[in-house]
């Protein structure tokens, strides 16, 4: 990727990521993030490393003269080994993998969202916006966000958490401008208006935990919409 990605989860997330605590959609978005993201990968794999030494620690600490829970800990880390040759053969099947088509356009999604977009829902279009929900399983709303070229997501604010990783493409708004592996969160507090750029186009992932308040024009016209983001 030629450009740097800016906006990351920050380490409590990767953290809770690490420790499997957070909800499956949050999670999913974050192990989007990791797979677009070198920086976060390697936070990653050291939050990883760190876990399975202090729980290898806590297993001899317990009784050091139990050579049963030493040989465990011993035997525990070959453990290591394997998830570096899953993510070998996770490599190969990215591969194989079938490209998400919307508005005659071909995307590759991170390999943490094939599986789930294979499975998403009809396209439901709104001028030059669509979007398609994922079966993602958890309490959030979670779909994909396609965004056409000179296009603007009428301003908003939120009711809960929205996180929007991009995929492809790049968008903007009031604070600034992101590119593919960029993740925002925003939450009640803030009030955005985003759109593309002239001459690209724009695939995110959003996860949602309550639908966006729009902030202008006629409250009629605004209800549907509402119901079209969530
Ligand atoms: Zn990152």
Known sequence: MAHAIKFHPGMALLEQYAEGTLSADVALAVAAHIDLCPHCQRLSQDITTDL??????????????????????????PA??????QAEQHKAQRAAYEPIVVNQRQFMLPRALQR????????????????????????HH????????????????HLGL?????LSGKIADENGEYCAGDL???????????RTLANEDCLCLSVLSAPLQFKKGLTRLLNPLQQFFY
């Open 116 to 139: 789930l977009a294979s499975n998403h829902g009809k396209w439901l279009t709104l001028g030059g916006i669509a979007t398609a929900k994922l079966p993602a399983g958890g309490e």
């Open 184 to 194: 925002l969160i925003n939450s009640p507090d803030d009030t955005h208006t985003p």
């Open 162 to 166: 929205e996180m929007t990783l991009v």
């Open 142 to 157: 979670v779909s994909l966000l396609y965004i056409d070229k000179d296009t603007e997501v009428p301003q908003h604010t």
């Open 52 to 77: 399975a030494g202090q729980l290898a620690q806590q297993r001899v600490k317990k009784d050091p003269h139990d050579w049963s829970d030493m040989l465990a800990a011993i035997m525990a880390e």
């Open 80 to 85: 290591m080994a394997k998830a570096e040759l």
